[in-house]
């Protein structure tokens, strides 16, 4: 993991958390803009992010004590549950709402139906995450058996997937963003639908700890919690424009009106969570979807893998 602290000058009054993120995204815009608002170090916390690469490989930093807090699908703390763990994962705020990927095509196709997809080749994710188990999930929503009319390629690690298509595998491909549009503006490929419209409110991208670093730093992780649930509440209030402007600095490489067209994306679709609780009814959704994906041995029982004590005491407190 390539670790960056985003931050400015170390202050030693600070305490500092490792978090570890699936991907970098403009997709979690509400988390870096708590960052570039300054609302982490209101809090009395400096903030040391590493990309993971994937939810698996994320919760590996968090379980062996590398990372303070993961930041992934929770689809994995069910997974860990499950393996009969101890010091299991434990989610403790949510940031995003809907799948934050995007099927790109390599032509455009603005009357994009997905029974277009019928017999094609598509890349979609490793097997087991939540963006390739949700795209199966709407597939069957349009009425296609994902093993049989489409031949979906689960081989490829989540931050690969853009280079395999761009070296000429699959038809299609579900990418996040900033990568779809940066493929768009390079004509490379061409964003046809988006897979969070299609697949409804869902307990998707949150913040989890080991059950024993929670216990052991409540207010670390109620200070965590308060701070992100300030960007949700900027980002809500925030123009495109200004959304863009306050998480330039961690997407430098992109054009302002690029940035600008993702962002829109996402907040039109309402993709970001209002608050930091995640409810059961979302995280039971998430789980039909695993399930429907034949990836789930058994259901994870909400109250043990989520808490919303301190979601909701920062909901109750910040105004």
């Known amino acids: 993991m390539i670790a960056v602290l985003f931050t400015g000058c ?14 970098h995204s403009i997709f979690y815009a509400p988390q870096y803009a708590a960052i570039s608002q300054g609302f982490f170090e209101e809090e009395g916390l400096e903030i040391e992010l590493a990309n993971g690469g994937g939810a698996d490989k994320v919760m590996t930093a968090v379980l062996s004590g590398q990372v303070d807090i993961g930041f992934s699908g929770s689809e994995s703390t069910v997974y860990v549950y499950n393996e009969g763990r ?12 809907k799948d934050g990927s995007f099927l790109v095509g390599r032509e455009p196709d603005p009357d994009f139906t997905f029974d277009k997809l019928k017999g094609k080749d598509v890349i979609g994710g490793r097997k087991g995450g939540m963006p390739e188990m949700t795209f199966e999930w709407v597939l069957r929503k349009h009425g296609m058996d994902p093993a049989k009319d489409v031949n979906i390629d689960t081989s490829i690690q989540f931050d690969a997937m853009a280079g395999a298509f761009l070296g000429g595998q699959g038809e299609y491909v579900t990418l996040f963003e900033p990568v779809a549009t940066a493929m768009e503006k390079e004509g490379t490929g061409y964003v046809v639908a988006s897979i969070g419209a299609e697949s ?29 649930y300030k960007g949700q509440l900027w980002v ?16 430098p490489e992109m054009e ?17 969570a209002k608050t930091p609780v995640m409810t059961e009814e979302s995280f039971e959704h998430m789980q039909d979807i695993i399930e429907a994906a034949d990836v789930l041995d058994k259901r994870g029982p909400y109250d043990e893998l989520v808490t919303t004590d301190f979601a909701e005491k920062a909901v109750e407190n910040i105004k």
């Open 10 to 23: 170390a202050d030693k009054s600070l305490t500092k958390v490792k978090v570890s993120e699936v991907t």
């Open 86 to 97: 101890d010091d299991y994962a434990i989610t403790f705020a949510q940031l995003t709402q």
């Open 200 to 228: 409804g409110v869902v307990a998707y991208t949150a913040y989890n700890a080991r059950k024993s670093f929670i216990e052991e730093n409540p207010e670390i992780i109620q200070k965590f919690t308060n701070a992100i």
């Open 236 to 251: 809500e209030k925030s123009s495109y424009e200004e959304i863009a402007k306050a998480i330039h600095e961690f997407f």
């Open 256 to 272: 302002m009106e690029n940035l600008i067209t993702v962002v829109k994306r996402y907040k039109d679709q309402d993709s970001w």
